[in-house]
Nanobody
């Protein structure tokens, strides 16, 4: 079992930046990949980014590539999502997730979910 708790969401102006954090507990942190998904009202769940257990491989959705960066601190059992150049299309509830590999998470494979944190970008 893995428990995931997100933090860092909030209201930000278009063009601004925000960093999300996700604290993991339960199973040994370095045995699974971590990622972020998002869900906007009226839209389907969308993969955002994923990172391998070691942190040496990362995958991004085309919509956030070059603007978002995922990282992890294995000593703190925490994964981060640095979001820059935010726009209204980024408004969504962001969910932290764990999975078997970062590549698999890019294909939608998720083992555990957090409860989500809301990011609202005002234009």
């Amino acid at each position: 079992q893995v428990q995931l708790v997100e933090s860092g969401g909030g209201l930000v102006q278009a063009g601004g930046s925000l960093t999300l954090s996700c604290a993991a507990s339960g199973r040994t942190f370095t045995t699974y990949a971590m990622g972020w998904f998002r869900h906007a009202p009226g839209k389907e769940y969308e993969f955002v980014a994923a990172i391998s257990w070691s942190g040496d491989r990362a995958y991004y959705a085309d919509s956030v590539k070059g603007r978002f960066a995922i990282s992890r601190d294995n000593a703190e059992n925490t994964v981060y999502l640095q979001m820059n150049s935010l726009n209204a299309e980024d408004t969504a509830t962001y969910y932290c997730a764990s999975g078997p590999t970062a590549q698999a998470m890019g294909g939608g494979r998720v083992d555990y979910w957090g409860k989500g944190t809301l990011v609202t970008v005002s234009s």
